[in-house]
């Protein structure tokens, strides 16, 4: 991994996919060093191939983990969701799911670090303890995540009211709206350009990283969450 940032601040951003969490940890201040089982050329900061859970584990042993600041972590989500099937299929991942959050909440555990694990709304045994919406940024996608924070906290923002619809099909019938689904192919769902524009990804144009995506607001939003928290226990 590289040197500790200049600032001190570092995130390690496990199965970082193409990198919509990084970029806004980024644009709040970190330097990011992103992980992940499968090649990602498009990730758009310092970037390792390897299976997550691995080297969270060596870096623990190694003491390295001691250079971050703070531990991101998007693992694929429970019982085979349509977005992650077949997501790091070399650990049995996707269709065969094997639930990973509590061998890396164990993990992340160990470290002493502060963390976050973010899942769709629903999916995994992850503690709500943060829920972001599309709209509360002004953003064409909804994207309801949830976030469990590890050694820290913050208090949950308001979740604005919805402007209107997603826009495509569902159970039959077409609906035109603010919002773009940025998942799936057909009925309606977003293009790529569209994706991108949605949910403020420019550096890949690949389909599949883009519905598995976070948009970086989500993560700029609760970097700066994080650093007031931690200036406030310096204080």
């Known amino acids: 991994m590289n040197a500790t940032a200049r600032n001190g601040l570092r995130v390690l951003d496990l199965f970082c996919c193409s990198g919509g969490a990084a970029m806004g940890y980024h644009r709040a ?3 990011v060093d992103g992980v992940d089982i499968l090649d990602r050329p498009r990730y758009p900061f310092t970037f390792h191939r390897a299976d997550a859970l ?3 584990a060596r870096l623990i042993a190694t003491g390295e983990i001691e ?3 703070l531990v991101h972590n998007s693992p694929p989500c429970q019982a085979g969701c349509a977005l992650t099937v077949g997501t790091n299929h070399s650990r049995g991942w996707g269709g065969e799911h094997v639930q990973l959050i509590p061998e890396l909440r164990t993990l992340l555990d160990t470290t002493g670090l502060p963390y976050v694990i973010e899942q769709p709304n629903g999916k995994a ?3 709500r303890d943060l829920s972001l919406c599309g709209e509360s940024f002004g953003l064409g996608v909804l994207r309801h995540r949830a976030f469990e924070l590890g050694g820290w906290s913050t208090p949950q923002p308001p979740h604005p009211r919805h402007r209107g619809h997603v826009r495509g099909y569902r159970h039959g019938i077409y609906r035109d709206g603010p ?3 940025a998942y799936g192919t057909g ?3 977003a293009t790529v350009p569209e994706m991108q524009t949605a949910m403020g990804i420019t550096w890949t144009d690949v389909r ?3 519905t598995e995506a976070i948009p970086p607001a989500f993560t700029e939003w609760i970097g700066t969450a994080f650093l007031t928290c931690r200036q406030e226990v310096l204080l």
Do not use: Q
């Open 29 to 31: 201040g970190f330097e």
């Open 54 to 56: 691995e080297c969270l």
């Open 125 to 127: 045994p992850v503690r």
């Open 179 to 181: 919002y773009v689904a």
């Open 67 to 69: 250079r971050y600041t």
């Open 187 to 189: 009925g309606g769902k």
């Open 208 to 210: 599949e990283e883009l």
